[in-house]
């Protein structure tokens, strides 16, 4: 690690003990340190496929096998991820009272892993790790879901009411969850210090809620390994892992 890039990390936590209210906005850069693919990267193995657009999964019974199959591919490339520093870390500012919680773009489940209760934990994008019925909402695990898949070809229906079943994650297409934007909100206008870790603030609403704390006279640090859109506004930048950046707070 270069010698800015170490100042970059004093000055970090120098705000993070300054700081009363911490929000941290995390994306897939946090997760790839455990081994989690980033979906949406250029290059990425998964972005040879198109995404299939919530319509085409509600329209058709062989979008739905189609994405179900992939799904079952991804987790078995992440099934044994596990939270790493970057998550300990943020964990750690949670059970301490410094942060009131956490907003993701992730849809790992890899925040609550780490120690972070449910209502800690807002999800823009939702949860990969169990799916839900569209119609009456039921939850369903998704092992029973995929031994039923992979036993009959056929995309899981809800055994409440029949209606589709589908990931518990925003797809392409489908309509911003509204009590996580909600609180999404609330916790970025609480903030004094916006922590953004991971994410390249490039998908809505991403692109926004930085902004939003920013303009409410919150201190703006971006930690990501690329440069980002919202750099020249950031009151800190640093270009490094999340990981090792926050690791001693994890203690
Ligand atoms: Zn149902």
Not at 93 to 110: F, K, M
Request: charged letters at 20%.
């Amino acid at each position: 690690m270069d010698e800015t890039t170490q100042d970059a990390i004093e000055e970090l936590h120098a705000m993070l003990d300054r700081a009363r209210v911490i929000v941290p906005f995390t994306g897939a850069g946090i997760s790839t340190e455990s081994g989690v693919p980033d979906f949406r990267s250029p290059g990425s193995p998964w972005m040879t496929n198109k995404p299939i657009p919530f319509e085409a999964f509600l329209a058709s019974r062989e979008a739905r096998i189609e994405a179900w199959r992939r799904k079952f591919v991804m987790d078995d490339h992440y099934r044994d991820a596990r939270p790493n520093r970057g998550h300990r870390a943020l964990a750690t500012l949670v059970a301490e009272g410094r942060s009131p919680g956490v907003i993701t773009q992730n849809i790992d489940g890899l925040h609550q892993a780490s120690g972070i209760a449910e209502d800690g934990v807002i999800e823009l994008h939702g949860n990969g790790t169990y799916a839900t019925c569209l119609s009456c909402g039921w939850r369903h695990e998704l092992s029973a879901i995929r031994a039923e898949f992979e036993a009959s070809g056929e995309p899981a229906s809800c055994m409440m009411c029949a209606g589709i079943v589908k990931t518990a994650t925003i797809s392409f297409g489908q309509q911003m969850p509204q009590q996580p934007m909600l609180r999404a909100h609330e916790l970025t206008m609480s903030a004094d210090l916006y922590l953004v870790a991971g994410s390249s603030l490039v998908v809505f609403p991403a692109a926004t809620f930085p902004v939003i704390a920013k303009r409410n006279g919150a201190k703006l640090v971006i930690l990501n390994r690329e440069a980002t859109d919202l750099d020249p506004i950031a009151d800190l930048v640093v270009r490094s892992e999340i990981g090792p950046a926050l690791a001693r707070l994890a203690n």
